[in-house]
């Protein structure tokens, strides 16, 4: 694995999160997180502005290489899902224009990354990852947005971290041996 820096985000139309792990020898640790409260936005569109604003100068000021954002999960009220796909739309394009590398992940597959269970309360993620990251309480005492942005960015670099291998088929042991000579030993 490359040394980079991972931007989470837990994209929201009341509160967004966001996580930021710098990954150096193949070992992640916690740069920062933290919130985006929307309460004193009087319209969705001053929130986009919101999120575009404090998207940036995130990525500014800390220069992340790749973005992990949590895809939106189907909901019953269409508005709503709208409005969240606007919101995440925002800071995928901030991303994008300042060149990172955008990968999407659902709610399930964090939650499975980080804890083992696609069912895991949000409690259960923020506690798998103060082990994981050696972060304290008085650190961890921020919103649930900001730990599930940080499982975002965590659950990246699982993924990163994951060596890739090419399928290689053989027809059959004879095949094998022939083409792993180096790794077969032979016995009498």
């Known amino acids: 694995m490359h040394n980079c820096k991972i931007l989470g985000i837990d994209p929201g139309t009341t509160v967004m999160g966001l996580g930021l792990i710098e990954?150096?020898?193949?070992?992640?640790?916690?740069?920062?997180?933290?919130?985006?409260?929307?309460?004193?936005?009087?319209?969705?569109?001053?929130?986009l502005?919101?999120?575009?604003?404090h998207v940036?100068?995130?990525?500014?000021?800390?220069?992340?290489?790749?973005?992990?954002?949590?895809?939106?999960?189907?909901?019953?009220?269409v508005?709503?899902?709208?409005?969240?796909?606007?919101?995440q739309g925002v800071a995928i394009a901030v991303a994008i224009s300042k060149g990172l590398n955008v990968t999407e992940y659902p709610p399930l597959k964090i939650k499975?990354?980080?804890?083992?269970?696609?069912?895991?309360?949000?409690?259960?993620v923020a506690g798998m990852l103060a082990r994981f990251l050696n972060i304290n309480d008085d650190r961890m005492n921020v919103?649930?947005?900001?730990t599930d942005a940080l499982a975002a960015a965590y659950c990246?670099?699982?993924?990163?971290?994951?060596?890739?291998?090419?399928?290689?088929?053989?027809?059959?042991?004879?095949d094998f041996v022939n083409r792993n000579s180096g790794r077969v030993e032979k016995t009498q």
């Not at 508005?79 to 919101?87: E, I, T």
């Open 23 to 47: 990954v150096l020898s193949g070992k992640a640790s916690l740069i920062a997180m933290s919130t985006i409260d929307f309460k004193d936005c009087k319209t969705h569109y001053e929130k």
């Open 143 to 146: 919103k649930l947005d900001a």
């Open 112 to 124: 499975m990354a980080i804890t083992g269970n696609g069912a895991a309360s949000k409690e259960q």
């Open 79 to 87: 508005q709503s899902m709208l409005k969240l796909g606007r919101a």
């Open 156 to 174: 990246h670099y699982l993924q990163l971290s994951v060596p890739v291998t090419k399928a290689v088929h053989y027809k059959s042991w004879k």
């Open 49 to 53: 502005s919101k999120i575009f604003i």
């Open 56 to 77: 940036t100068e995130v990525i500014d000021a800390y220069q992340p290489q790749e973005l992990a954002i949590e895809a939106p999960f189907f909901g019953k009220n």
